[in-house]
C-alpha cells in the first residue's frame, strides 16, 4: 500500500487552496455593515487606452420589499453620491423623507407653483379643450390658487398647507363644493404634469382627497319629479303669449342651452316625412370666444399688470366673438323626430325668422353660419346665455311649484325624467341626450328623478294581490 508522504500532502493542500481561493488577492474591508459595497473595474477603451471605473452598490429596506441601487462614476466617491442621491430620490417617493430633503437642481430650484401652473394651463389649451373650460380653469387659478400659493417653490409646497387650503380656507371664503374641486383638479393636474417630467419625484397632495360634487337632495329630486309633470304644459303657455314657443319647446326636448341657440335653416329636417319623420338635427352650439390679455400677469397674485379686462387689454390678443362650433361631444350629434304639429310650430318659427333677417336694423354677426340662425336679438345678433336664462326666469315666474333656483339647464333634468317615467329605455335616452353610451348608466343616474316605485307597480301589485289569492277581496 502507497504510504503519502509529507510532501503529498502539502501538494493537495495547495491544490485545494487554488481550487476554492479567491481569484484575487483580498483587500481589507473598508466598509461597515449598512455601508454598501464600492468595486472597481478596469475595462479598455476603443483607443487602446484602460480606465478604471468604479460599481457603488447598495440594498434599502423600503416598506415591506428590499431594493438595490447601483451607480457607475469614474470616482469611488462620485459612484457614492450617486447611488446615494438615487436612493433618497426612492425614499421621498415612498414618503419615507420629505421633497425638500432631495439637493435642488439649478435649472428647478427657482420653478414656483405660478410656473407649474402656467406650463400645465399651456399645454392644456394644445389640447383643444373647449373656450369655456379653459375660462373656467384660468379662473381658478388666477382668483385662487395663484394668490395662495404662486410664488412659493414648487418643490417646497407640503401636504399639510394643501389640506388646509381646501378644506379650511376656500370653504372660509364661501366657495361651494363644484368651485373648490375644480381649483383642486388645476393643481393636482398641474402637479401631475411636472411629476410626470421628473421635475417632482413625489406628489404632495398623494391622500388629498377632492371635495365631492354637489349632489341633487331627496327634495330636489322630488321637486323635479313633480315638475316633469305639469312644467311643459304650463312652461308652452307661457311661451307662446311671449312668442317664445319654439326656443322652450326645444329646451323641453333636453337640448342643451348652446345647442339651441346655434341652431340654424338647416337644423329643420323635413325630407321625406313619410319614411323619415320630422327631424330636429342638433349639429352644433353657439360659443362666445372671449380675447386674451396680452400683457404680463403676476404670477405671485394673479392680477393682470394692465389692471383691466381683457376686452379693454391695451394689448389683448384677438377680439371677442362668436363662433358656431362642433357638439359638446361626438355622441352630442344626433337627430330627434318630432310630430307634425310640432314641426310646422318650428317651421313657422323659421319663416318669421327668415323675414327678420330682411329687415334693415338686422345685422348678423361676421363668422360662418351665423346670418342664418333660428333664434337672435332684434338687432340680428346671438342671444347671450345670460339674457336666455333671464327670459325663462321671466315665463316661469307665475308657474307655481317649479324647482327651487330653477336654470335653463333644469328643463334637461325635467326631459330626462319624464321620458324615463314615460317607458323610454337607455338606448332612447342615448339617442335623444346625445350621452356617451359609456357613460350612460352614470348620466341617468345624474340625471333622473323617476318615480321608480311606479315603474315597478305591477310587479308590486302582483306580489301584494298573491297575499289574498291571487285575486282582489270581494267586500
Known amino acids: 500500500m502507497y504510504e503519502f508522504q509529507p510532501e503529498d500532502i502539502e501538494r493537495l493542500e495547495a491544490i485545494l487552496r487554488k481550487k476554492h481561493a479567491p481569484k484575487r488577492p483580498l483587500k481589507p474591508r473598508k466598509r461597515a455593515d449598512g455601508e454598501g459595497t464600492v468595486v472597481s473595474i478596469t475595462r479598455k477603451l476603443k483607443n487602446g487606452t484602460e480606465a478604471t471605473y468604479y460599481w457603488a452598490k447598495k440594498t434599502v429596506v423600503l416598506g415591506d420589499s428590499r431594493k438595490q441601487f447601483v451607480a457607475q462614476a469614474r470616482t469611488e466617491l462620485e459612484a457614492i453620491e450617486k447611488r446615494d442621491r438615487k436612493i433618497l430620490k426612492a425614499k421621498v417617493a415612498y414618503g419615507m423623507e420629505p421633497q425638500s430633503a432631495l439637493p435642488p437642481d439649478p435649472k428647478l430650484q427657482d420653478l414656483t407653483v405660478g410656473d407649474c401652473l402656467e406650463d400645465w394651463l399651456r399645454e392644456r389649451k394644445r389640447d383643444d379643450l373647449a373656450p369655456a373650460t379653459l375660462h373656467m380653469y384660468d379662473a381658478r387659478i388666477r382668483n385662487h390658487l395663484l394668490p395662495a400659493f404662486g410664488s412659493e417653490s414648487v418643490r417646497l409646497i407640503t401636504y399639510r398647507q394643501l389640506k388646509v387650503f381646501f378644506e379650511e380656507t376656500l370653504p372660509a371664503k364661501d ?38 360634487r ?3 337632495t331627496l327634495e330636489d329630486t322630488r321637486a323635479i319629479r313633480r315638475a316633469s309633470k305639469f312644467l311643459g304644459e304650463y312652461l308652452m303657455v307661457e311661451a307662446l303669449k311671449a312668442g317664445q314657443e319654439a326656443r322652450w319647446f326645444l329646451g323641453l326636448l333636453g337640448l342643451r ?46 392680477k393682470w399688470s394692465c389692471g383691466r379686462s381683457s376686452t379693454n387689454c391695451p394689448q389683448r390678443i384677438g377680439e371677442n366673438r362668436w363662433e358656431l362650433t362642433k357638439t359638446k361631444t361626438e355622441n352630442g350629434y344626433r337627430e330627434i323626430v318630432i310630430t307634425e304639429d310640432a314641426w310646422q310650430m318650428l317651421v313657422a318659427h323659421r319663416k318669421k325668422q327668415q323675414a327678420k333677417r330682411k329687415l334693415p336694423g338686422f345685422h348678423p354677426e361676421p363668422g360662418e353660419g351665423l346670418d342664418k340662425l333660428l333664434f337672435t336679438r332684434e338687432d340680428g345678433k346671438p342671444i347671450y346665455a345670460q339674457r336666455d336664462r333671464q327670459a325663462l326666469g321671466e315665463l316661469v315666474g307665475s308657474i307655481k311649484n317649479i324647482p327651487e333656483d330653477m336654470t335653463v339647464h333644469t328643463l334637461r333634468h325635467v326631459a330626462t325624467t319624464a321620458l324615463i317615467e314615460g317607458g323610454a329605455e337607455r338606448d332612447d335616452l342615448i339617442a335623444m341626450m346625445g350621452w356617451s353610451p359609456k357613460n350612460a348608466d352614470a348620466q341617468i343616474s345624474t340625471y333622473s328623478s323617476a318615480d321608480m316605485a311606479a315603474k315597478a307597480a305591477d310587479t308590486t301589485k302582483g306580489y301584494v294581490d298573491s297575499f289574498f289569492g291571487g285575486a282582489a277581496v270581494k267586500k
Open 175 to 212: 366657495l361651494g363644493p363644484d368651485s373648490i374641486r375644480q381649483t383642486f383638479i388645476c393643481l393636482k393636474s398641474a402637479l401631475d404634469y411636472y411629476v410626470r417630467d421628473g421635475i417632482l419625484v413625489a406628489h404632495p397632495m398623494v391622500g388629498l382627497k377632492a371635495p365631492a
Open 257 to 302: 342651452q348652446s345647442e339651441v341657440l346655434g341652431m340654424t335653416d338647416d337644423s329643420l329636417d323635413g325630407a321625406r316625412p313619410a319614411k323619415r319623420g320630422r327631424r330636429v338635427v342638433v349639429k352644433q352650439q353657439l360659443k362666445r370666444i372671449s380675447a386674451e390679455h396680452g400683457c404680463e400677469l403676476s404670477k405671485a397674485t394673479g
Open 214 to 216: 354637489k349632489k341633487k
